[in-house]
């Protein structure tokens, strides 16, 4: 019985130690590829605004939602010509992330046919996956909070994608600890991801980003 829970014990610092030294791995990784608007910014295919809570009955992005999507449009006004791609859930008719990301940003002036919508971006991988596949993107500007910007870069550049990252934070968001440990378990998911490479929920016919974002409207 000793031996069986000094096995347990060993086992778990081992398995917790190489959690640990993979979310340290992803972020050191990804770090170096931030960028600020302070300074000229990569000239890229598109912006990605990774989706978050829509909430269906007000009409409104959640506080993380709308910060993400104002921080893109900053982004896009140093480069208008550069096209944005939203990509959320859409997998359900009564949840509809991606037309409400597109609607918010067409209100501040964005045109129609620059918005392309990734309705099947039911995670940060299946988002790059899509951007690569879908979009063909070669590269691009992400756009979401910083304790989730390292996995999103991470996946992005293990897809062959020259990505950088914007840091969307503009407040305190409520049960941030909760995000950043969660965070910790979904960089080593995308850290096994990347090196197996599994296909999306959902593919489909390639839609790139040098034509025209109507393409993706389904309304």
């Known amino acids: 019985m000793i031996r069986l829970l000094q096995l347990l014990v060993i086992a778990f610092l081992v398995g917790g130690l190489s959690v640990l030294s993979i979310n340290f791995y992803v972020h050191s990784f990804s770090a170096k590829y931030i960028v600020t608007m302070d300074k000229p910014l990569p000239q890229t295919d ?25 921080t893109a449009y ?17 997998g ?5 992330e991606v037309n409400g990301m597109k ?8 045109p129609d046919e620059h918005i392309f919508m990734d309705h099947a971006g039911f995670s940060t991988y299946e988002s790059m996956y899509r951007a690569k596949e879908i979009f063909q993107v ?12 390292y996995r999103a870069i991470f996946d992005s550049r293990k897809m062959g994608i020259e990505s950088y990252g914007v840091i969307a934070d503009r407040r305190y968001y409520y049960g941030m600890n909760y995000y950043k440990l969660r965070e910790v378990a979904a960089r080593n998911k995308d850290f096994l991801y990347a090196l197996v490479k599994p296909e999306p929920t959902f593919l489909g016919e390639p839609i790139p980003v040098w034509s025209n974002g109507q393409l993706t409207n389904d309304r």
């Open 46 to 70: 598109a912006i990605l605004v990774l989706g978050a809570y829509f909430n269906p009955n007000t009409g409104k992005p959640s506080d993380m939602l709308g910060d993400r999507l104002e």
């Open 74 to 90: 900053e982004v896009y006004t140093k480069n208008p010509d550069t096209k944005i791609i939203v990509s959320g859930d859409h």
């Open 92 to 96: 359900r008719k009564e949840y509809d």
């Open 103 to 110: 609607d918010y940003l067409m209100a501040k002036g964005v």
């Open 138 to 149: 070669q590269s691009l500007i992400v756009v979401t909070q910083d304790y989730h910007l």
